[in-house]
């Protein structure tokens, strides 16, 4: 084999990888330029499980996802909340542009129903999936992130801040709280992608 063919080869073929690549990753944008330029494939990665830890209530944990959230339920897809702190209130996600009909509201009895029904959800159409939980153990994060993946749908797991101190199998996760007029995010862990921190605007809804 010729010097030329050899580097024709190395050029051309689909089944050779390349040191400098990496894999593409099917992704959703967050509505957030600044956040997108820090996740892996510009947006929430699909397949995938996401730890957002907000230090208090209210700090913009759900403002964080409306936008991708909005952006799924206007395809048609659905999206579910899972044992949030609070019932969820109809008429604000309304005024932000929510279509309400592709909206699950699940009010698990336990911590360990609400992941069932999580896991039931991301395997059998869901887009994505928000869960409130208090679980810890691998076993219980695996079982998320291999849901999402099976049904190729997003997985945000809300924890306590503490949880950040611990391993976990999630590929992004974040701490966040409140800024003046906005939500300050600390990127804790972001395969693929950029950690670090940021501030971002809060998103409001269209008059």
């Known amino acids: 084999m010729t010097a030329e063919s ?4 190395l050029q051309n073929s689909p089944h050779l990888w390349r040191g400098r690549e990496t894999a593409r990753v099917d992704a959703r944008s967050s509505g957030y330029a600044a956040l997108d330029a820090r996740l892996p494939g510009g947006g929430w990665p699909i397949g995938a499980l996401v730890e957002i830890a907000p230090k208090s209530d209210g700090c913009g944990e759900l403002r ?7 952006s799924w339920c206007e395809t048609g897809r659905s999206v579910a909340l899972v044992r949030p702190p609070h019932v969820p209130y109809a008429p ?4 932000y542009g929510m279509t309400l009909s592709s909206m699950l509201w699940v009010d ?11 896991e039931q959800l991301l395997r059998d159409g869901a887009a994505a999936v928000l869960l409130w939980s208090t679980a810890h153990e691998d076993r219980a994060l695996r079982r998320l992130q291999l849901a999402a993946e099976t049904g190729k749908a997003c997985a945000f797991l809300y924890r306590q801040p503490s949880a950040l101190n ?12 409140a800024a003046d007029n906005g939500m300050s995010l600390d990127l804790v862990k972001v395969r693929g992608g950029q950690p670090g921190r940021l501030v971002l605007p809060l998103n409001r809804p269209a008059a």
């Open 6 to 9: 050899l580097q024709a080869l």
């Open 64 to 70: 964080l996802t409306l936008p991708a959230l909005k």
């Open 92 to 95: 604000a996600l309304a005024r």
């Open 108 to 118: 698990a009895y336990n911590d360990e129903d609400g992941r069932w029904a999580a």
């Open 166 to 177: 611990h391993a976990s199998p999630a590929a992004v996760r974040i701490g966040l709280s």
